[in-house]
């Protein structure tokens, strides 16, 4: 088909030929797709067989390359191969080496020295480990570690023999081996591959090996004297030195010299410690403060492996005991860390102790004078909380609430004297802020509120929550607390830093002050002061009686507004038309509001008003003037949107 000439209806498909698809003609580098110099392939993959050289890469390769002129040289003739296997076929460096296996069951030893040869195979570089059974020993010697290439750090890397020396540690699967030497064929190797050899150390003794050693020598005995344990218990049965001593421990916080007796029992070479108990000391009855056992000079003379929790000591742990040798008068004598200091004996002690030891004994004066106890001082009050508060806490080491007067707060109970009274200050926006402060009779406690105003910028509600104040200019050690006596209209009552002027009271305070004027002497003005307010002494009031009550000029208008608000409030909230609340209002259907109907209308939502209150209200509305409110009136008075 090659042969036909390129002409319309000589070319022929080929019928093997599946794949038509374009290949791609990026390259890629480092991650990024370039384009290629040339396409090396065409319609589905086939290779083109055109020259994709350029001219100058031809120039290249017929002036640079010679083998395109004179041909290929000659190679030279390989050299002989030899396998690894087959070179270092039995050539296995040996490396004498040591590791210490724990030993925790047994209280004789702590570790025991595990010797092992390590085996470096050259042919594939693996390793084994092998320990020297030892006959009789009880423990599984023999191979430790089966030749195996044997990993060096978590990278991947292997034990190679560059890595091995003497003098060093090597671990295998985290168990450590210290290779103190190695053979002559291994130590010949390294050397002629240019290895420095450290200097080989020796291999270390095992203790247990070493106590079976020495125990397995022939041993000296002494010979009893006749002073046996026996003829002592016959002889010093009921002897006992006896020591007064004292534990000074005032080097410490809270220390203090306690005094003690040292009883010494010759019986068995035993010690104990008994406290002397002083009335009043404050202490437990523990009157033993050490037990009596034989007591070691050295305490802590103990090998760590012996179980302390389980047993106790004996004289194959510890060697120095007391003796009565060591106990005289004037000396310090370390027991389990505390000081004691032997000052004084019983007649018996110096007895036994001028017959057996030749020794006097005489007395040493550690009295000293008893300090004077300190008084309790009270603290001066801090302000937080009450007084009566702060004292319990002064007083005991729990604090107990402070004790009420029940009989003063059951007489006094529901009983508040209610002041109006303006914040005397030096801010202008100040001065016109008012107050209510209420006194409670049963506790003297003192609460302020704000009334909130409207568009004010102040935000009204509690201003003091109820607590006793004291006078600015009394004692803090013993304050004077503010009583109903002193508000009277025009005083300055100061709580905490804020001034308060007096300007008026309810018609309750005048009551009050009338029935019991006793309390309130007559220099307070406070009594004179309210009754020239409320126009002379109070009346008494009959209940379901109307009130006439004396207003200034404007406060009508006032209170007109304050009823208008809140109706509007009423209505938004429980009617959704205005037609329906005229409707609710307007009980007889006769399309308007008399009097009557009105005052009903201000009790159901709240709103206590007099005559006087409800004819200006309907004055306010009833602009037809017939005593009526229509429901234009209403609306109009409404004023709701």
């Given at each position: 088909m090659a042969s036909l000439p390129f002409l319309p209806g000589n070319s022929f498909t080929d019928p093997t030929k599946t794949k038509y698809h374009l290949c791609h003609s990026l390259n890629y580098k480092n991650g990024y797709s370039v384009p290629a110099a040339y396409p090396t392939v065409g319609i589905g993959g086939e290779r083109l067989k055109v020259n994709q050289l350029s001219e100058a890469e031809l120039d290249k390769l017929a002036n640079q390359k010679p083998t395109l002129t004179y041909g290929q040289a000659k190679p030279q003739p390989p050299e002989d191969f030899i396998?690894?296997?087959k070179a270092f076929d039995k050539k296995v460096l040996m490396f004498k080496a040591y590791y210490k296996q724990t030993v925790h069951e047994s209280p004789n030893e702590h570790y025991r020295i595990r010797p092992v040869n390590i085996?470096?195979?050259?042919?594939?570089?693996?390793?084994?480990?092998?320990?020297?059974?030892?006959?009789?020993?009880?423990?599984?010697?023999?191979?430790?570690?089966?030749?195996?290439?044997?990993?060096?750090?978590?990278?991947?890397?292997?034990?190679?023999?560059?890595?091995?020396?003497?003098?060093?540690n090597v671990t295998f699967y985290g168990k450590v081996f210290h290779i103190v030497d190695c053979d002559r064929f291994t130590q010949d190797y390294l050397e002629s591959e240019g290895i420095e050899l450290n200097n080989p150390s020796s291999l270390p003794a095992d203790p247990y090996i070493h106590d079976r050693v020495e125990?397995?020598?022939?041993?000296?005995?002494?010979?009893?004297?006749?002073?046996?344990?026996?003829?002592?218990?016959?002889?010093?049965?009921?002897?006992?030195?006896?020591?007064?001593?004292?534990?000074?421990?005032r080097d410490q916080m809270f220390g203090e010299m306690r005094p003690f007796v040292l009883h010494y029992y010759l019986v068995d070479d035993t010690v104990e410690v008994r406290e002397v108990r002083t009335?009043?000391?404050?202490?437990?009855?523990?009157?033993?403060?050490?037990?009596?056992?034989?007591?070691?000079?050295?305490?802590?003379?103990?090998?760590?492996?012996?179980?302390?929790?389980?047993?106790?000591?004996?004289?194959?742990?510890?060697?120095?005991?007391?003796?009565?040798?060591?106990?005289?008068?004037?000396?310090?004598?370390?027991?389990?860390?505390?000081?004691?200091?032997?000052?004084?004996?019983?007649?018996?002690?110096?007895?036994?102790?001028?017959?057996?030891?030749?020794?006097?004994?005489?007395?040493?004066?550690?009295n000293q004078p008893h300090p004077e106890l300190p008084k309790m001082e009270i603290p001066p009050y801090n302000g937080f909380g009450s007084m009566e508060d702060s004292m319990q806490n002064c007083l005991s080491l729990?604090?107990?609430?402070?004790?009420?007067?029940?009989?003063?707060?059951?007489?006094?109970?529901?009983?508040?004297?209610?002041?109006?009274?303006?914040?005397?200050?030096?801010?202008?926006?100040?001065?016109?802020?008012?107050?209510?402060?209420?006194y409670r009779l049963s506790d003297d406690m003192i609460s302020i509120y704000e009334p909130p105003v409207r568009n004010s910028g102040i935000i009204g509600g509690k201003f003091l929550e109820a607590t006793r104040i004291a006078k600015p200019d009394s004692d803090p050690e013993n304050p004077e607390f503010y009583s109903p006596s002193d508000f009277a209209i025009g005083n300055i009552i100061e709580v905490f830093k804020h001034r308060f002027l007096i300007t008026d009271a309810d018609e309750y305070v005048l009551r009050y002050m009338e029935k019991h004027a006793d309390m309130f002497p007559p220099q307070s003005h406070a009594l004179q002061s309210f009754r020239a307010r409320h126009g002379g002494e109070t009346k008494d009031v009959v209940k379901n009686t109307p009130v006439k009550v004396q207003r200034t000029g404007g406060d009508l208008g006032d209170l007109v507004n304050e009823v208008r608000v809140q109706l509007q409030k009423d209505n938004y909230m429980n009617h959704s038309s205005l037609r329906e609340a005229f409707l609710w209002y307007d009980k007889d259907r006769s399309g308007k509001i008399d009097k009557n109907e009105v005052r009903n209308l201000c009790r159901r939502c709240n709103l206590p008003v007099d005559d006087d209150l409800l004819d200006a209200l309907i004055a306010e509305c009833d602009h037809n003037k017939d005593g009526q409110i229509d429901y234009f009136e209403f609306i109009k008075f409404l004023n709701w949107s």
């Open positions: 396998p690894a296997h085996y470096y195979y050259l042919e594939d570089d693996s390793i084994s480990v092998v320990e020297p059974v030892v006959e009789n020993s009880g423990m599984p010697q023999g191979k430790l570690i089966k030749r195996q290439r044997l990993p060096k750090d978590d990278q991947g890397s292997h034990w190679h023999w560059k890595d091995l020396n003497m003098s060093m125990s397995a020598r022939l041993r000296m005995y002494k010979t009893p004297s006749d002073f046996d344990k026996l003829k002592q218990f016959l002889t010093m049965d009921r002897k006992v030195l006896r020591f007064y001593c004292v534990w000074d421990d009335p009043n000391s404050g202490r437990d009855p523990f009157p033993v403060l050490i037990g009596r056992h034989k007591l070691p000079k050295n305490r802590d003379n103990v090998e760590s492996s012996f179980p302390a929790v389980v047993m106790e000591l004996s004289e194959h742990e510890i060697k120095d005991w007391f003796t009565p040798a060591d106990l005289d008068i004037g000396k310090t004598v370390y027991v389990y860390g505390r000081r004691f200091l032997l000052y004084d004996c019983d007649d018996f002690t110096r007895a036994y102790y001028a017959h057996r030891l030749g020794r006097g004994m005489g007395s040493v004066d550690v729990i604090p107990q609430p402070p004790k009420k007067d029940y009989i003063k707060m059951m007489e006094n109970d529901h009983k508040i004297l209610r002041f109006e009274a303006t914040m005397d200050s030096v801010h202008p926006e100040d001065n016109n802020r008012r107050f209510i402060i209420s």
